[in-house]
């Protein structure tokens, strides 16, 4: 039999209560132990029983900085989204239509906390706006290596992925910063002619540096 665990008030904050409501989870399932438990949800054992114990939150969480919400990965590659104190499940990231069921190995918000960076084991990488719920953009591209670890840069207009076999990546976010590939990618901005015709009543304005 294992050590029995110590007691907790799930009203002392955010950490206790996740441990409160894991415990009941594995209570209503069973009892099974933290190791069936991670296997099935993607954890490690140890990181399961830490968070059971009170001491802290799994890694595959992340708390938007005013704290008001909280995204947590799950094992199907949905990301469901709680208020900050765990109280009210607010909704869920998802697409049924583009379901990849990779496991969620990465979460980062934002510094404004509008935008959700979630990384998934097989290597994705994709933006999702907190507000709509809705993808931004397409999947960033990747060398496929699962993305460990992700975090913005301080102004919010970069976003850095680190993998376990590959160095880190650095994306440009913002908007300045995507501005340039879409220019590249695009051949250059809207010529004049190209301005009055599907502009007439907008100021022409130099709209592409590259």
């Known amino acids: 039999m294992g050590r029995r665990e110590r007691p907790l008030d799930p009203t002392e904050g955010p950490v206790a209560r996740f441990a409160h409501e894991l415990r009941k989870l594995r209570q209503e399932a069973g009892g099974p132990t933290y190791r069936a438990m991670a296997a099935r949800a993607h954890y490690s054992t140890a990181a399961l029983a830490q968070a059971a114990a009170g001491d ?7 708390f938007r900085p005013d704290c008001a919400y909280l995204a947590v990965g799950e094992g199907a590659g949905r990301v469901v989204l709680w208020d900050g104190r765990l109280g009210r499940r607010l909704g869920v990231l998802a697409d049924p239509e ?16 509008r935008t959700l960076a ?18 931004v ?19 919010g207009d970069s976003l850095h992925a680190m993998g376990n076999h590959t160095p880190p990546q650095t994306y440009p976010v913002g908007a300045d910063g995507a501005a340039g590939p879409v220019c590249r990618r695009a051949g250059g901005g809207l010529t004049r002619d190209e301005w009055s015709r599907h502009l007439p009543d907008v100021p022409y304005r130099r709209n592409c540096d590259y």
Do not use: I, M
């Open 56 to 62: 802290r939150l799994p890694s595959l969480l992340a």
């Open 98 to 113: 583009t379901a990849t069921y990779q496991y969620v190995s990465a979460l980062a918000f934002a510094p404004d906390g």
């Open 118 to 135: 979630v990384a998934g084991d097989e290597g994705t990488l994709q933006l999702w706006d907190e507000a709509s719920r809705r993808r």
């Open 137 to 155: 953009g397409s999947p960033l591209p990747t060398p496929g290596d699962t993305v460990s670890a992700l975090v913005f840069g301080r102004n």
